[in-house]
């Protein structure tokens, strides 16, 4: 099967990528997830291995001067976004038709849900390179948007739990309409009150997804089902049973995805 435009390493967001934005912002992972579980529920990659992308077609206006307005692809208002997934790429394609940088800003990237066209706050040179770099590894779309968080001073106001202004500087003027703040602070209770995601189970249901092997929600939870989709993928192809938790299981899938050619 040919490969999807966009379609990339995809791997999962490791220990020392998290490690390192922890350090780099001056906050806990805690304030990370927080982000994350608001902005994607906490993954970067579609099932296909394209990052997770929103459309912008008021973005797209502003930027072509409203040259291709259609009330669809390119309009003044926000909205019109139809389902999230794959239908985002069918409304990219249609504007990288008539202009490919203008499209590739107008979307929202990656687990951070950084827009292409803030590219040099996130720290590259033109939006290609960004996209690039997102759509190889969530290590990078952390980086991205820790380097956006910096550059727009709003590493201040996630060190403080300031989620009002936070939300404010990272969703728009409009963010009490979506209660992001109210969200940001949800999230955070919740992880406060409870574990945060295990790398190691994250990555084997990353790579289990990828597989077909349907896991539930990339969560690094090991719930029943994530657990019973790893079983079966070692039953099928013959290896030994280990824990979901263990090392030993993302090296067994991240080899099955070499061998198969789906992890680049």
Known sequence: MPSLPFQGAGRPLSIAGLTGIVHKLGVHAIEIWTVL???????????DRRPEILYERHIFHRLTKGKYDDGDISAPTVGGYGESGAHQYD???LAIAKNRTAALQSCSWGIGQIMGENYALAGFSDV????????E????????????LVGSRLDIALRSRDWASFAR???????????????LNAEFQKYSAGG??????????????????????????????TCSALADFQTQHGLT???????EA?????SILAATSLLL
């Open 241 to 247: 049973k280990t824990s979901i938790s263990d090392p």
């Open 137 to 148: 590894s969530e290590d990078h779309q952390l980086a991205a948007m820790a380097n956006f």
């Open 169 to 183: 500087g990272y969703n728009g003027p409009n963010y009490a309409i979506h209660r992001y703040d109210i969200r």
């Open 250 to 254: 993302v090296a067994q899938l991240s």
């Open 37 to 47: 579980a608001v902005e994607t529920s906490g993954c970067g990659y579609m099932p």
């Open 196 to 225: 945060l995601p295990d790398l190691n189970v994250r990555a084997a249901q990353l790579y289990l997804t990828y597989l077909h092997f349907h896991p539930g929600p990339v969560d690094g939870i090991a719930g029943k089902r």
């Open 128 to 135: 290609e390179h960004m996209v690039a770099a997102i759509s």
């Open 91 to 93: 409304r990219l394609a």
